[in-house]
C-alpha cells in the first residue's frame, strides 16, 4: 500500500467514526472528540511493548521510596513518556460499566508532559460529554479495531501520522465551511522551502558533530519542523538537531507535542513547542536559531495582540517590529519581523529562514507605510537572498499565489546586494493531482522539487529567473505641485459654491444657549449673508482672470456696502466665486511664489538608481511645463526630499506580452459560429 493510499485510508476510517457522534453532538465539537481520542490511541500503541516493564519499574522505585521517577521510568518506557495505571486501552473496554472513571484514572497515569496534552484537549469534558449520551464504550470500540485503524508507531511513521492529523483537520473544518488549512501546510511546499533554505547551508553537508537549532513559530501539527529534521538528517547523519517551536492553537499544539514525544526518545523537542501567541507572548525570547520557518496564516486578524506588538514596536530596533506595523487585517509581516530578530548575531553564526508568504507582502503600502518599510529594512539590510513563485492550487485553504521568501543573515560574497527571483508557478513545476483536497488540486512532485532547486543553485537568469539589485526595488515617491489658477465671475453658479464654504455658513450659525439670543445672532447673520450676496452682484458681467485683481474689486464694494469681515469669511469668498482655469493668472503668496492647487497635487516614483531632477525633466516637464516638485516632502529617515518605498513587482518581470489575435482570424471564428448559429435554427424551422 503507497503512502497516499495508507493515509487516507486511515483518515477515512476515523471521519466515518464520526459518525457515531451524528445527532449527539454538533459538528463543530467532533474534532474536539476525534482528534484527542487519535493521539491517546497512538500514545497507548506506543507504550505496549513496554507496559509490563514500566509497571515492574514503578513498583519497585515505590518500594525504595523515590519520589522523583520520571527519568528511570521513561528509560523503562523507551520514550520520553510513559504510563503507571494498571490499564491499558484494551483492558479498559473489559469493563463497560465503570468505563469513565477509569479512562481518567488512565489518563492520569500518564506522565505530566502527556497529562498536560490532555488536559489542553479538555479530555475530561469530553469524556463526561461522550458518557451522557452512552457512547463512550462504542466510540472507544472503533478505536481498539486495529485490522482497520493500525497507529502502532512501526506501521504508522510520525511523518504518515502527520499526514492523517492534517487531513483530519481540514475535513473537519470543510465540513464547517472553516479556514481547513488554518493549520498545517503541505507538504511538497514544505519539502520545497525546506530544500531550498537547506541548500545555502553549505557547513550542514559532511561536518561531522554539526548541531542546528530549528524553529516554527506558528508550528500547527508540527509538520515543518519534522520534515526539516529529516531532511538535515539525510543531508548529514550525525547532525544533532534540536526542534523549537510555538503554536496558538491548544489543539494543534497538543498534536504537535504527541508527535515529538514519539519522534524523540528524549523529549527535549517536545518540551520545546510552547502554546500561546508568538507575536505577544514569545515564549522562546531568549533564543536565537540556525533554521527558522513558517507559513503564517494569510489575512491574520491581528487585533489581539495590537497592545503588546504597539508597545514593542515602541521601542524601535531593540524590539521585535521596530521596522514598521503592517495593517491590522495581514499579520504575516509581522512574523517575518519576528523571525529575522530571532536570527543569530551574523558574527557569531549563520542563520537562515524560509518563509512562504501571498502576494500582499511583495507590493501592498506606498512609499512610508508599515509594509513599505518593513521591506526597506530587510532589504537595506541584504538579508533577503531569493523569492520563489509556487503554482497556484498548491493549498488546501486558497488557489491564490504564493512566494517563498528565503533570508540570510550572512550571504555568500557572490550573493551580496543581489536578490534572485524564481517564477516556479507555470505548469512545468506542478502535476495536477487525481483527486483534490479543499483547494489543492495540484502537487510538486520530486521531479519538480529537483528543477526549482537546479534554478535556483544555478543563479543563471533566463525566464524562469531574474537577478536584481536591492536598490531595484526602491524609489522616492515625490510630490508633484502645480500652481493654483483661479477665474472669477459672480454669478448663480458662484453664488451657489459660496453657500457650501464652512465660514460663510457659519455666519448664521449661533453658539448661544439662550433660546433669545441664539435666535437673534442667526438673524442678523442671515442679513449679513444676505447684504454680502448684494454687494458682490453689483460685480456681476465682470469677469477676473487674476485673484490679485478680484480681491480689491470685492473689498471696494464690501467696503462701500459698509460690511466688515474677519479673513475665514473673506477668504470662503475667493474660494467659493473662484473658479479653476488654466487660461488665468497663477495665484502667488506675499513673497511671489507660486501657490499649489491642491486638487491637482500628484505623485511620482522615481527610481533610487536614478537622478530626481533628471526624471522630473523627463518624465514630467514635457507634459505639465509648470509643475515642480515640492522640497518640504521629504523622507523621515534622511530628510531628503522625496520618501523612499519598497516594492516588488514580481509578475511584472515575468510577464511575456501575447500579441492579439489577427482580425481576420476573429471575423473567421465569429463567421463559423454565426453560420453555426443559423444552422441549428434553421433545423428547428423545419
Known sequence: MNEPAKFNSVVSFLWAIADLLNGAFKKSEFQKIILPFTVLRRLDYALE???????????????????????????????AFYNTSKFNYESLLHDDANLALNLRQYVMGFSPNVREIFAAFNFDDTIRDLGRVNLLYLLMERFNE????????ASMSNHEMGYVFEHLLRKFNEALNENPGEHFTPRDAIRLMVDLVLMLDTE????????????????????????TKEHILQINPQAKVFLYGQELNPFTWAIARADMLILEPEGKDAENIKLGSTLSNDQLANMRFDLQFINPPYGYEWSKDFDAVTAEAARGLDGRFGAGLPRKSDGQML????????????????????????????????AGSGESEIRRWILENDWLEAIVALPNQLFYNTPI???IWILSNRKPAKHRGKVMLVDASGEEFWSGMSKSLGNKRREITETHKQSVLKLVKARKEGPHV????????????????????????????????????AAFKNLAVSKKKDPAEKKREVKEGLALQAKIRVALQTLAGETFMSRDKFIPAMEAVLNKAEIKLKAPVLKAIVGGIGERDDAAEICRDSDGNPEPDSDLNDTENVPLKENIETYFAREVTPHVPDAWIDPDYCDAKDGEVGRVGYEIPFNRHFYVFQPPRPLSAIDTDLKASTDRILTMIGGLTQ
Open 49 to 79: 511493548k513496554t507496559k509490563a516493564k514500566v509497571l515492574e519499574t514503578e513498583h519497585k522505585l515505590k518500594e525504595k521510596g523515590l519520589e522523583n521517577r520520571h527519568g528511570q521510568l521513561c528509560r523503562a518506557a523507551g520514550y
Open 146 to 153: 486495529r485490522s482497520k485503524v493500525d497507529l502502532r508507531p
Open 204 to 227: 550542514l553537508s559532511g561536518t561531522e558533530g554539526v548541531t542546528r537549532t530549528v524553529n516554527d513559530c506558528g508550528c500547527g501539527t508540527g509538520g515543518i519542523l519534522s520534515i
Open 335 to 366: 512574523f517575518l519581523q519576528h523571525l529575522i530578530a530571532r536570527m543569530n548575531v551574523p558574527e557569531e553564526s549563520q542563520s537562515y529562514i524560509g518563509i512562504i508568504l501571498n502576494g500582499s507582502p511583495l507590493f501592498t503600502g506606498g
Open 401 to 403: 499565489a504564493t512566494y
Open 466 to 501: 531574474k537577478i536584481f539589485d536591492t536598490t531595484d526595488f526602491g524609489y522616492r515617491e515625490i510630490k508633484v505641485l502645480r500652481p493654483l489658477k483661479l477665474r472669477f465671475e459672480v454669478n448663480a453658479e458662484s453664488l451657489a459654491r459660496l453657500e457650501t464654504q
